[in-house]
């Protein structure tokens, strides 16, 4: 059982928006603006796209984008295209528990 | 350019040890704190170890205290996992990443730890 709570799977068209959440507690989620987004393609190594909530790494498209609001991140991808087709995982730091992930996002563009 | 390698992995009994390493290159080893994280077949990703830029600091998931070591050497560029009293449940791929801004902005490609008799 992962500490955060993510959606098993999300969807979209290409060119529509989606948003996939990622709940935990006031011990994590809530209690730091130190949330990030992985995206992993099947047998590819995890990639970091969103840091601190809202900031994205150099090279990552600014269709990526993050939010929170209380003990509950957010994700969204807008203008959907094929290779946006992945996993994606929230993180979040938790002090003594050191760091903790969202059991994954299947996003499926249609 | 980051590059991180794992190696290390293999087929293990359970309660036997293994070590893993990682190779670092492309940026300055000993300005950033360095993590394991694993991933079992099929699952989603788990913290298991960080430590500190200069080994002063280490942290470990509950599961694995008392039974793995995180180290590295600076020096070499090197981060190292070892792996004691192995169990199924520490059946994963083990990647290696470098610690951004509170978060993990470089990883390795993984090395698969199968623990099985």
């Known amino acids: 059982q992962s500490a955060l709570t993510q959606p098993p799977s999300a969807s979209g068209s290409p060119g529509q928006s989606v948003t996939i959440s990622c709940t935990g507690t006031s011990s994590d989620v809530g209690g730091y603006n130190y949330v990030s987004w992985y995206q992993q393609h099947p047998g590819k190594a995890p990639k970091l796209m969103i840091f601190e909530v809202t900031k994205r790494p150099s090279g990552v498209p600014d269709r990526f984008s993050g939010s929170k609001s209380g003990n509950t991140a957010s994700l969204t991808v807008s203008g959907l295209q094929a290779e946006d087709e992945a996993d994606y995982f929230c993180s979040s730091f938790a002090n003594s528990k050191g760091w903790v992930f969202g059991g994954g996002t299947k996003l499926t563009v249609l | 350019e980051v590059q991180l390698v794992e190696s290390g992995g293999g087929l293990v009994q359970p309660g036997g040890s293994l070590r893993l390493s990682c190779a670092a290159s492309?940026?300055?080893?000993?300005?950033?704190?360095m993590g394991w994280v694993r991933q079992a077949p099929g699952k989603g990703l788990d913290w298991v170890a960080s430590?500190?830029?200069?080994?002063?600091?280490?942290y470990y998931v509950d599961s694995v205290k008392g039974r793995f070591t995180v180290s590295r050497d600076n020096a070499q560029k090197s981060l190292i996992l070892h792996m004691n009293n192995l169990r199924a449940e520490d059946t994963a791929v083990y990647y290696c990443?470098?610690?951004?801004?509170?978060?993990?902005?470089?990883w390795g490609q993984g090395t698969l730890v199968t623990v099985s008799s």
């Open positions: 990443a470098k610690d951004g801004s509170w978060s993990y902005d470089s």
């Open positions: 430590i500190k830029r200069d080994g002063s600091e280490k």
């Open positions: 492309g940026f300055t080893f000993s300005s950033h704190w």
